[in-house]
């Protein structure tokens, strides 16, 4: 049995898209495309084996060169950053709502931006209180300082 070059280069064509899954780089997809061309020139004329394959590099470079930066922004989409992305710093001076009553000696919980955090404060402060972020502590990093409101 032999396999047609339009088989051949469709098969060949498959193979990078595969390729093009597993390893997700998009760069294997043009090279898909410039064998599915071939296969399409193939097919529609009386072409040699070399032309086959100048039809294949050409292809191949012509899309990769000129639609891979588009196909990129279009495909990975972007980054959004929001306010909060800022990390500990960017919630001082909020305000956030008392879930487990704080002593002086003992932290409690407050609830900010739909997250629970550890907070200590100088004074009681009882639970539902709404309290506001005055500084994060030196000793753990993931514990605020409160005060209430």
């Given at each position: 049995m032999t396999l047609s070059p339009q088989l051949?280069?469709?098969?060949?064509?498959v193979a990078f898209l595969v390729g093009e899954m597993a390893l997700p780089g998009f760069i294997l997809i043009f090279f898909t495309v410039g064998c599915?061309?071939?296969?399409?020139?193939?097919w529609g004329?009386?072409?040699t084996v070399?032309?086959?394959?100048?039809?294949?590099?050409?292809i191949s470079l012509v899309s990769l060169f000129s639609l891979r930066k588009y196909s990129l922004k279009t495909f990975k989409g972007s980054i959004r950053h929001d306010e909060d992305d800022g990390g500990m710093e960017s919630k001082i001076g909020k305000t956030a709502q008392v879930t487990q009553?704080?002593?002086p000696h003992l932290p409690g919980e407050i609830k900010m931006g739909g997250t629970f955090w550890r907070a200590v404060a100088d004074e009681e402060i009882a639970?539902?209180?709404?309290?506001i972020i005055v500084s994060q502590t030196a000793d753990e990093g993931l514990t605020f300082k409160v005060k209430p409101l």
């Amino acid at each position: 049995m032999t396999l047609s070059p339009q088989l051949i280069w469709f098969l060949l064509g498959v193979a990078f898209l595969v390729g093009e899954m597993a390893l997700p780089g998009f760069i294997l997809i043009f090279f898909t495309v410039g064998c599915w061309i071939a296969a399409i020139i193939t097919w529609g004329t009386n072409i040699t084996v070399t032309g086959q394959v100048l039809v294949f590099v050409a292809i191949s470079l012509v899309s990769l060169f000129s639609l891979r930066k588009y196909s990129l922004k279009t495909f990975k989409g972007s980054i959004r950053h929001d306010e909060d992305d800022g990390g500990m710093e960017s919630k001082i001076g909020k305000t956030a709502q008392v879930t487990q009553a704080i002593t002086p000696h003992l932290p409690g919980e407050i609830k900010m931006g739909g997250t629970f955090w550890r907070a200590v404060a100088d004074e009681e402060i009882a639970k539902e209180q709404s309290v506001i972020i005055v500084s994060q502590t030196a000793d753990e990093g993931l514990t605020f300082k409160v005060k209430p409101l």
